[in-house]
């Protein structure tokens, strides 16, 4: 009879707890409904929305997770549930919020040129040179069912492909593990949005990243029950992951090695795959589809010469220490930019790790036998992320984060079952406090501290020295006033916007663009020329936003000595007497710089 009480008395705990995380998740839902929408650029979305907003998606996300690993210690109790609902909302909140703050596009550079590619398909009806068609297609697809326009479509695509995502995760772990309570331990991590700005944003490469856990549920599936329906999905979902972006399908084919390496390892528990011929088949459709394109061959030269010596280039750490020796940064400084930039990274990297020893250890005393899927998910970790270590230390074309995505999809799983396997270890009967009474307060942290790292690392913003890739209304104004005067389009410096992306996005890729772009001087020269136009021998065409007039303030607070251009610049540009302003519509402003090179060169104001 008390034994009964105590565990209603336990499910009313974890009932209090959601109605908590909903409250909090309400919280967070009407700040952003009272919130007006976005007028200007902003550098950072966190520092746009008040801190309580953000300690509100974190802390559901927070006890939506703790409540749902609370739910795997209790056999009966259904809260999970709930829980689970809570979290994936919380997500996709948190995805949405660049529609939600009422931006126009939200995605420079690539997805901008992404948007080309979709207006070449529709304006001459075939695939051309596009070598990942199917992300463009689907969302001129969209656009034409609901009416909704292309830059509203690929801002809301990505969080529906991260439900997808989720969806596959939640299905993934219940083939994997044929316990509940294993599922419901691994869950709560699964379901945090630590893949980062894959959720958003328009790329082939993220949107083909999420479609990897689909295609490994179908891949179990297919192994533990290989009926027709199962197979044909599997080689469905296997044509989609391949035809999406071709690192993407290299990965996955590795990973598929990883699986069928597991099943021949001794000491797993499993049987050999029947799906070993659709591997052959991703590597046919491999080679078939991407062989024909000669981008994807010069990239593996320039690999297989960076690799071997033949060709070198500037790897990524080394520009890092270039900044570093340059800028002399506080080390304060450096550790907030590695914690926002490479902290989710580090930590599930550290985590899956600490799996991999704990399980070999109890493998080596006979007291646990994983399965191949775990061995699979190991060999992800290990794998992906010492390459992503290699694509930091070599020039390889592609940024070392796109193969510690997957390590860290890996990596993620592996989360949930060392918390599992400490836990089945625990002698729960005798109550030991040594044993017991760090459990749970080490599942808090860890599930705590993920949360927020992720949710912190979602959006570039200066917490990772990086900008918002927000793209205003006026800024698109203001490139297609540009491109309406075309003699504006040569000689033409900037700073805070790239030309030819916003020509990608009007004209298509197929369409050559005439631009010839520049940066301007340092300081615009003002510490050496009283005017700008004495820097020119020809007239020239200078655009400055407002995320470039923001830029170095918000950016590097504390290095102004290191500026390359200061309010003072900007004030001053506005009194030069060889500089016209000829459009300015509050964020993007036009001038024309008369060249007079013949004038000498004397100390200015500055």
Known sequence: MFHGATSMSRARHLELLTLLGTGLLMIAVAVVSAMPSATKYEISIYGTLPSYFWVSIVGALFVGGLVILLSAAEPADTTWRPALVLMVLSNLILFLMPFLRGYQMYGREDPMSHLGYMRDFVVTGEIGANIYPPAHVLAVTVSNATGLDWTTVVMVLSPMFSLLYYGAMFYLLR????????????????????????????????????????????????????????????????????????????????????????????????????????????????????????????????????????NQGEPPVAAYQSTIQESSPALIDILRVITFKYGVEFMLFGLGFAFTVAAAFLVWKSRYTPTPHLGMLIGTVVVFSFGGLLFLVSDLIVPPNRPFQIAKIG???????????????????????????????????????????????????????????????????????????????????????????????????????????????????????????????????????????ITYPELFPGYRDRWRYTPGDFDQLERDQTVNRLYDNGDYTQYLVNATATDRATTGPN
């Open 175 to 310: 083939t994997v593990f044929d316990s509940r309570r294993q599922m419901l331990f691994g869950l709560p991590f699964v379901m945090l949005p630590v893949l980062r700005f894959a959720h958003l944003g328009f790329r082939p490469f993220a949107l083909s990243i999420m479609l990897i856990p689909f295609s490994l549920y179908l891949l179990f599936k297919s192994d533990q029950s290989a009926t027709p329906v199962t197979r044909a999905a599997f080689v469905i979902a296997l044509f989609a992951q391949t035809f999406y972006h071709p690192l993407t399908a290299l990965f996955v084919i590795g990973v598929f090695v990883l699986y069928r390496g597991s099943n021949h390892i001794p000491s797993m528990d499993g049987t050999l795959p029947t799906t070993k011929n659709l591997f052959s088949l991703s590597v046919a459709l491999f080679a078939v589809w991407y062989t024909q394109y000669a981008g994807i061959l010069l990239r593996f030269k320039r690999i297989y010469a960076t690799l071997f010596g033949v």
């Open 411 to 549: 990596a993620i799983i592996l989360v949930g079952q060392l918390l599992y396997v400490g836990w089945r270890k625990i002698d729960w009967s005798e109550r030991r406090i040594g044993r017991t009474g760090g459990f749970w307060p080490a599942a808090v942290v860890i599930l705590l501290l993920l949360a927020s790292l992720s949710t912190f690392s979602v959006y570039k913003s200066p917490l990772s020295s990086e900008r918002n890739p927000q793209v205003t209304e006026m800024e698109l104004e203001g490139s297609a006033w540009l491109m309406g005067h075309g003699e504006a389009t040569e000689n033409l410096d900037r700073f805070g916007i790239t030309f030819h992306r916003h020509h990608d996005y009007r004209n298509g890729v197929q369409t050559p663009d005439n631009f010839d772009e520049g940066t301007p001087p340092s300081h615009f020269n003002y510490t050496t020329r009283q005017y700008l136009g004495s820097s020119y021998e020809s007239d020239h065409y200078l655009t400055i936003t407002r995320k470039g007039r």
